[in-house]
């Protein structure tokens, strides 16, 4: 007999599954460690690497290539616009997250989605970062993600999937970040 | 009279003042909306481009070669990892955030900074993301940043500087996300 894998999606839903049903009979696998390496070159100019991880288990120590990012800022924000900045890189991870999320989910419910793209924007008024007036927060004061999708399911059916998204949690409800200073 | 640029970190300072002094005059320059506009490639792999942005009162129509970046997921978690997975994607942009934060508001207070190296770790509980425990959150738990800085700065000056970061704004206090769904 010749089988197939049941891939929707681009997703591999017999794994899927199988992840699912191993974290239910062991829920430490589902224990997740990401990292990253951060260095400054200068002014807001920097390079990031990503290499290892913790997952399922056991270290990952290395992948293929492994990645290196940068970071700077456009120029009349005093950078020289080698690379995105640190807010343009969110609206990167949160359209990232939230199209794999619904990919997934809607792949493990037996949803086709044929096509998705976003356009995300997001909104910010300098009097916070530049020290001006503490009532403005530094960050973005919202951001908004506009979806085309192309799948039969419905618009309540594509809102559920999106709530899946790691980084719309992480934005969206307070994620506790601990800063140390080592010698 | 030959004139130096008053370079400190790899900031100009005197254009950091001069945009400070701008945005006082006219508040209205404050105001900046960045952009991205992701496209699905298949299951959790997808491509961002960054172009243009909205800032200082004017539309910048285009960067000199726009960015695109990946995202895509690590093999244990059905990706074919060919880039940084969106959880990476949010280190990338915290660590550099920091970073910049750090090298411009030392810059404005006379602070000199030869050095920064950062490592971020983001932890995880899969339950929440695959939906087997509503009690557990989809993103991370918790992110710690261990800071290497080379300065005279004190632990309570550099800690000072870091606060000043929108990425971390955006992460530590909820961020509003609004989602549309297009024909």
Known sequence: ?????????????????????AVQENPSLANFEFRAKNNWIDGGHCVTSIKDYYGVGEEHPSREGDFTLEADHV????????????????????????????????????????????????????????????EVRKGFNGINVKFKVKSDASEDQLRA????????????????????FEK
Chains 1, 2 share one sequence.
Do not use: W
Request: aromatic fraction near 4%; glycine fraction near 10%.
């Open 75 to 134: 120029e009349v924000l005093l950078g020289k616009d080698q690379a995105p900045n640190p807010a343009e890189i969110v609206l990167h991870a949160l359209g990232s997250c939230l199209t794999g999320a619904m990919a997934y989910h809607a792949a493990a419910n037996g949803i086709e989605i044929e096509g998705m793209e976003s356009r995300l924007t997001g909104d910010v008024d300098l009097h916070g970062f530049l020290g001006l007036d503490p």
């Open 1 to 21: 007999m010749i089988t197939t894998a049941n891939i929707k999606n681009g997703v591999n839903v017999d794994q899927l599954v199988g992840t699912i049903n």
């Open 161 to 180: 999937l999106s709530q899946f998204s790691p980084v719309f949690d992480m934005l969206t409800k307070p994620t506790p970040v601990t800063i140390e």
